[in-house]
T-cell receptor, first 115, second 111 residues
Framework: ETGVTQSPTHLIKTRGQQVTLRCSSQ?????VSWYQQALGQGPQFIFQ???????GRGNFPPRFSGLQFPNYSSELNVNALELDDSALYLC??????????????FGPGTRLTVT | EDKVVQSPLSLVVHEGDTVTLNCSYE??????LLWYKQEKKAPTFLFML????IEKKSGRLSSILDKKELFSILNITATQTGDSAVYLC???????????FGDGTTLTVKP
């Protein structure tokens, strides 16, 4: 059983640029959630994807968008980067078919720095 | 607004001590409460709690949920230096599995 993987590990971008972060879900998991974790804070829910569709969204602007592919892997895209977007971006996978079971398994994260 | 508050923010203990971490919440459409341990990057899953009063145990760690008073506690007995980490509490709400995390409790266990 493979775990959740994310790429890249680290990324440095300039304000105004666009970035794409990638996540491969754990084998057998069909749901991917993305979180933003600023230093010293808990993860903030960005959105969740299930069956290639957005299945819920937190309080993030539309310049945060995502995709889920048929193999359940996912991308997070952020346009028009701002300095406050600097954070650890975590991806978590789970099996939505297990009703009421929301055990999520997190990837190692992508550290994004916006200068 | 949905809110999850953890206390204390940080805690320093010595090996062998017992600690209790607290998590209180104000969330509509509660589905479950989860505890995670975050050492460097990826939070690792500890417990999922859905029913009041049923203790979950895993080795030296245990947790319980009170859905009437809207809180949960995580106990760690006979702490070890390897228990040093940030402990996160998250509440899952709505069918979409949206979750709200607290800001964590930083536990430092000294030898």
């Amino acid at each position: 059983e493979t775990g959740v993987t994310q790429s890249p590990t680290h990324l440095i971008k300039t304000r105004g640029q666009q970035v794409t972060l990638r996540c491969s879900s754990q084998s057998g998991h069909n749901t991917v959630s993305w979180y933003q974790q600023a230093l010293g804070q808990g993860p903030q829910f960005i959105f969740q994807y299930y069956r290639e569709e957005e299945n819920g969204r937190g309080n993030f602007p539309p310049r945060f968008s995502g995709l889920q592919f048929p193999n359940y892997s996912s991308e997070l895209n952020v346009n028009a980067l701002e300095l406050d977007d600097s954070a650890l971006y975590l991806c978590a996978s789970s099996d939505y078919r297990l009703a009421g079971h929301y055990e999520q398994y997190f990837g190692p994260g992508t550290r994004l720095t916006v200068t | 607004e949905d809110k999850v508050v953890q206390s204390p923010l940080s805690l320093v203990v010595h090996e062998g001590d017992t600690v209790t971490l607290n998590c209180s919440y104000e969330v509509t459409n509660f589905r479950s409460l989860l505890w995670y341990k975050q050492e460097k990057k990826a939070p690792t899953f500890l417990f999922m709690l859905t029913s009041s009063g049923i203790e979950k145990k895993s080795g030296r760690l245990s947790s319980i949920l009170d859905k009437k008073e809207l809180f949960s506690i995580l106990n760690i007995t006979a702490t070890q230096t390897g228990d040093s980490a940030v402990y996160l509490c998250a509440v899952v709400w709505t069918n979409a599995g949206k979750s709200t995390f607290g800001d964590g409790t930083t536990l430092t266990v000294k030898p």
